[in-house]
């Protein structure tokens, strides 16, 4: 008899990473244990620990990643599509195949109607620096170029408002002064769900133990109203600008702004502020001088739902009690008018002289001080020979009427599109469907090959874009190639993600497969440049050095002392417009006038005062409480879910245990509807219908149901999504200003399907 041998484990490797960069909104450091090569564990991060470099902590997505990483449901070789598309027909080909068809429809379609007829989606499903759809740009730019975009789905409004008032998307002090704040208003701001910035809620609660103290504001109570606040206020949804005009209004009666400030750094705040004389000023507006209806909390709370001594309470505690913050969370912004309301908090800071100083806020996008806190991309996609630039949002709409979009449109660079789009190459996207708006609306689009004559997706899993392929490309994680990342929109830091195993079946990066889609496009050594992925992050590392931080290790010292990450302490932390505060002639503003602009004569210029007024105001939404069908009593939400990074893990087992996909609903409403917890229930609208559990929480206000967003689409054989994508739901139609996501505008009704049933989505 042969003795047994027992093969001795292989010793295990703790290497430190960058938790793979799905756009989460924060960027933190994991520990993976590799073995036999092989991750079979995932710590975070183990290195000291100080309020000015505090650790990186990943959250529960991050510590879960590994059934992502080792999911079997992988993408494994390329595929063709062989039934029609949406189908989920295909087959596999050799990656000589899959390469050759797509350089080949690039080079068709670039050759019938010209480079803008080709597109390369927004997509953050990868997102450092050596990864993602900027590698895809890259390869285009190099190769003619393509339809361009600007904007984001996440804060487009909030994007392009903050610049009307303060000239600068830098307006955050470092996160360490919040621990200064006496008072913070969390106005639809959720960090410990969404993120926001590795550790802001950390800081957060650093600054509510030092004293401060903290109100949240949202028709939910989130995770953050439950863990970092003192008090929760609900609102309805759409209705923020409301309130804020109506704070404004008890502080200009009650003479609780600071009318020094006001006098000396800001533009139409009054009669005596504005540039064009005869246009109405803020006051006016608060006062009621031209529509004769004054802001006051009476009028407030009739249309937010918030009691009217709330309101003025809130207002004189965010006025009097000083430094304060008042912190915009995006999904506020995502709705029919959002940059009134990005407007709006942006001029009560001003008002109560909350920036330039310790503890204080600017509101607005929040970029940290001194410089922006980010380089999003170092990686270099080179210049686009194609001028023409749609907001991300709109890309729709190209597809259908490209040829007669122009800058009424959101077009920038020309005056008209010269083309439809007629190739789509989407790298570590679900926007195509899952994550876009009215999704029965654009599939039939997509399905439309009259109208979209090429898709190629390149993902690591059967998506529901990719499923509206005619070509899927399986792509690595960024655990199988080389990646580095900076700190986001907040932290100065710089985090390295080496490769650490190799790629299942037959997965190339998102680099390998555009260098090689390169060399058949003609660029090979332009897009190369001599480097693999390895290298490029040496260059990359070079460029946060050379821009950013001189004092930077390089790539080997990286490596030697398994550093993962590294941290400029901020000892000090910046104040944003603290030269400009101290003295407004010397330092003025990127302003037209050079002052906070409450008046902002470019928008007056726009010519659509109804749309887009040159005083924030509030202007009730096209679906909401004011003007709600009778048959769609209930407005709707699709907030960000541990469960997900937008639609990223949503086939995680472990995330979808913890955070099941459910609508939430009020009792009140339940009991109406004779909804019980636990059912299954329809919900719809004119645009789709869905079947998912429900959920009754009082943490959810009355008149308002909550849907989580990025459950993967999953339509039955009658159209009813059985996975509870929100976007069945929601409306395409944008923001007027910025031409941004309006995708938290929507109303629903919901029934149920009676007592006993069960979910249709199964794990």
């Known amino acids: 008899m042969k003795p047994v041998v027992q093969k001795i484990p292989s010793p295990v490797t703790r290497i430190r990473v960058g938790c793979p960069a799905h756009n989460c909104g924060g960027r933190c450091l994991l520990i993976a244990h590799v073995q036999d090569g092989r991750i079979i564990r995932l710590d975070s991060d183990d290195r000291p620990d100080s309020l000015a470099a505090p650790q990186l902590r990943a959250c529960v997505r991050g510590r879960a990643y590994l059934r ?70 890259r390869l285009m730019n190099l190769a003619g170029g393509c339809l361009d975009i600007y904007n984001s789905y996440s804060w487009a409004a909030t994007n392009l408002a903050t610049p009307t008032v303060y000239g600068t998307l830098v307006t955050g002090n470092q996160r360490q002064d919040w621990l200064n704040a006496r008072y913070i208003l969390m106005w639809g701001w959720n960090p410990a769900e969404m993120r926001d910035g590795t550790n802001s809620d950390y800081f957060i609660r650093l600054a509510r133990q030092a004293g401060a103290r903290v109100v949240c504001i949202d028709p939910r109570h989130s995770l953050s109203a439950a863990s970092l606040a003192d008090e929760w206020i609900a609102i309805r949804p759409g209705t923020d600008a409301a309130m804020m005009s109506a704070m404004a209004y008890v502080m200009l009666t009650e003479d609780l702004y600071d009318h020094e400030f006001v006098r000396t750094h800001c533009q139409g705040f009054d009669a005596n502020q504005m540039p064009s004389p005869g246009e109405e000023s803020y006051s006016d507006y608060l006062l009621g001088v031209r529509d004769g209806q004054p802001k006051t909390p009476d009028w407030a709370a009739e249309i937010t739902g918030v009691p009217a001594s709330t309101i003025a309470r809130i207002a004189r505690e965010y006025a009097t009690t000083k430094p304060g913050v008042l912190y915009q969370g995006y999904g506020m912004q995502r709705r029919a008018y959002g940059e009134q309301v990005v407007r709006a908090g942006c001029v009560l800071a001003a008002m109560t002289a909350n920036l330039g100083v310790p503890g204080g806020w600017a509101s607005g996008l929040g970029l940290q001080a001194p410089d922006g806190g980010t380089l999003w991309t170092v990686f270099p996609t080179g210049e686009n020979p194609v001028r023409a630039s749609i907001p991300v949002f709109l890309w729709t709409e190209a597809c259908l009427r490209g040829k007669s979009m122009t800058a009424a449109d959101g077009v920038l660079g020309v005056e008209r599109l010269d083309a439809d789009i007629k190739l789509i190459y989407a790298v570590a996207s679900n926007c195509l469907v899952n994550q876009h708006a009215d999704i029965n609306r654009t599939i039939p689009i997509l399905q439309d090959e009259s109208k979209v004559e090429f898709i190629a997706v390149q993902d690591q899993f059967m998506t529901s874009s990719a499923r509206f392929a005619d070509l899927v490309l399986p792509a690595c994680t960024q655990f199988e190639t080389w990646g580095v990342e900076d700190g986001w929109k907040y932290g100065d830091e710089v985090i390295l993600q080496p490769k650490l195993v190799e790629p299942p079946g037959e997965c190339r990066s998102d680099y390998q497969i555009c260098a090689e889609l390169a060399d058949r496009l003609g660029v090979g050594p332009a897009f190369r440049e001599g480097r693999d992925e390895r290298a490029w992050v040496e260059f990359c590392l070079d460029e946060f050095r050379r821009l950013r931080f001189p004092e930077l290790p390089t790539l080997d010292e990286f490596l030697d002392q398994n550093l993962g990450a590294w941290t400029r302490p901020a000892e000090k932390p910046a104040i944003a417009f603290e030269d400009f505060r101290r003295d407004p002639d010397a330092y003025p503003l990127n302003t037209p006038s050079g002052k906070i602009e409450i008046f902002s004569q470019q928008l007056q210029d726009r010519g659509n005062p109804t749309e887009i007024p040159p005083i924030p105001k509030y202007i009730p939404e096209w679906e909401g409480p004011m003007v709600t069908p009778k048959a769609y009593p209930l407005q709707a939400l699709g907030h960000h879910s541990l469960h997900r990074v937008h639609s990223t893990h949503d086939n995680n087992d472990w995330l979808e245990e913890a955070f099941p996909q459910r609508v939430f609903i009020n009792p009140l409403d339940a009991a109406v509807r004779g909804i019980h917890d636990g059912e299954l229930v329809r919900v719809f609208n004119a645009r789709g219908e869905m079947a998912l559990p429900c959920r009754l929480s009082v943490r959810i206000m009355p008149g308002v149901v909550d849907i989580p967003q990025g459950a993967w689409y999953e339509p039955d054989e009658n159209g009813c999504d059985q996975g509870g994508c929100v976007n069945v739901l929601t409306s395409a139609r944008w923001t007027p200003f910025a031409f941004g996501s309006a995708q938290h505008t929507f109303n629903v009704e919901v029934e149920r399907f009676g007592a006993g049933s069960q979910a249709g989505r199964a794990r």
């Open 68 to 137: 992502r990483q080792y999911h079997p449901d992988r993408l494994l070789t390329p595929l063709k599509r062989t039934g029609s598309r949406g189908s989920g027909q295909f087959q596999p080909i050799s990656w000589e195949q899959a390469l050759d068809i797509l350089a080949g429809q690039i080079l068709r379609v670039r050759e019938r109607y010209g480079s803008a007829a080709l597109f390369v989606p927004y997509g953050t499903g990868s997102y450092n620096q050596v990864n993602g759809s900027h590698v895809a740009r």
